[in-house]
Structures are given as C-alpha cells and as structure tokens.
Antibody, heavy 117, light 112 residues
Framework: QVQLVESGGGAVQPGGSLRLSCGAS????????MHWVRQTPGKGLEWVSY????????YHIDSVKGRFTISRDSSKNTMFLQMNSLKAEDTAMYYC??????????WGQGTLVTVSS | DVVMTQSPLSLPVTLGQPASISCRSS???????????LNWFQQRPGQSPRRLIY???DRDSGVPDRFSGSGSDTDFTLKISRVEAEDVGIYYC?????????FGQGTKVEIK
C-alpha cells in the first residue's frame, strides 16, 4: 500500500530556507515520477514541482523557479523540496504526490509552511 | 498557463439526488500522445485531496460507481448519480496535459 509522509514544515522568516521531505513506503520512489502541490485558503490548490522517473525531467511553477529545488535520495526512498528565499506568498500546506496514470495519484497528509516576520 | 474554470463554485444538493460539476479549460487538453489528462479530485473537510477520476472518465480503485466523468477537448463534467452524506467536500478538476499543471477553483458540495 502506497504511503507518503511529509515533514520539515514550520515557521520561517522571509528570505529564509526550509527543506521539506516526503518519505515513501509501499513502492520504490526512484521508479516513480513525483510532484509537490501546495494549498492556501486564498488560492486553492497549486501544483509546484515535478521530478520524472530518472530525475532528469524537472518542472517548476514560474513563481518558484530559481528558489525551489526538487530532488530525491533513492537510498532513503525520500523526495525533497529545498525552498530558499522564501516569501510570504509561499505560505501554504505542502503535499507530495505520486504520479499515477499521468497525474497526481496518491497524496500525503501535508506539511504546513508559514513565512512571516 | 491553462486556466481551468469550474461551475458552479457552490452546489447545495439534496441527499439521493444527482449533482453535476462543469470544468472548462482555456485550451485543448488532448496531449500529443492522444491522451486527455483531465482529472477530478475530492477533498473532504480536514483531509488531503483524493483522486476520483483520471484521464476524463477512468475511476480510481475504491471510488464508488456513482461518480462518473465525461467530456472532451475543453469541456468536462463530473457527475454524482445519487449524492450521499460522505460526498460533502470540495471538488477540483485538474489538467495534466500542459506544464504547469493547473487546477480549477474548486466546487463546494454541501447537503441542503
């Protein structure tokens, strides 16, 4: 059974950094394409980042390009989202999701990121 | 970016009655590989989103058959044949054909 557990969220000041983790069980993460999605009360659901099966394929939403990096550690079956130069508008619940049938399939429970001075 | 527009944004329904949500995209969702990556998600209060439908009309495992998806090109619909109490929540369409992938605004389904 696929299970995804996010961690690493918290409160940070503008300009700060956080690294989110997405621990996977029930499947081999290195064989799967994966996504990060965020949700805010005001903007609803927003797709953020994608990493393909082999890791060479990566996409990010324009607003995080140059600031966020998606990666994974096969030995730990874990995916990461390194978030630098954080802004207030990055405040959201962040979810990781496994790509299934060309789309976000299984989701984790989310980790909350709050950017505020 | 592809804009996904849902209607209505609020949908009060009577238990046992049907419900329908529309989703329109600002450009065709037919991928160059021939697939149409239009998906529907349900988010119950306090929970993570859960996918119900992928590629327009394929139901995910465990999804009741009262949920169905239809449509093509830029015009899509999610139907609930008979609404049950557990169907309360927010429903989102999402396109996975074009980068960046984009969601609709969400439709809040509540019981009258």
């Amino acid at each position: 059974q696929v299970q995804l557990v996010e961690s690493g969220g918290g409160a940070v000041q503008p300009g700060g950094s956080l690294r989110l983790s997405c621990g996977a069980s029930g499947f081999t993460l290195s064989n799967s394409a994966m996504h990060w999605v965020r949700q805010t009360p005001g903007k609803g659901l927003e797709w953020v980042s994608y990493i393909g099966y082999e890791g060479n394929d990566q996409y990010h939403i324009d607003s995080v390009k140059g600031r966020f990096t998606i990666s994974r550690d096969s030995s730990k079956n874990t995916m990461f989202l390194q978030m630098n130069s954080l802004k207030a508008e990055d405040t959201a619940m962040y979810y990781c999701a496994k790509d299934t049938m060309g789309c976000l399939g299984d989701w984790g429970q989310g980790t909350l990121v709050t950017v505020s001075s | 970016d592809v804009v996904m527009t849902q209607s209505p944004l609020s949908l009060p329904v009577t238990l046992g009655q049907p419900a329908s949500i529309s989703c329109r995209s600002s450009q065709s969702l037919v991928h160059s590989n021939g697939n149409t990556y239009l998906n529907w998600f349900q988010q119950r209060p306090g929970q993570s989103p859960r996918r119900l439908i992928y590629k327009v009309s394929d139901r995910d495992s465990g999804v009741p058959d009262r949920f169905s998806g239809s449509g093509s090109d830029t015009d899509f619909t999610l139907k609930i044949s008979r609404v049950e109490a557990e169907d309360v929540g927010i429903y989102y369409c999402m396109q996975g054909t074009h980068w960046p992938q984009t969601f609709g605004q969400g439709t809040k389904v509540e019981i009258k």
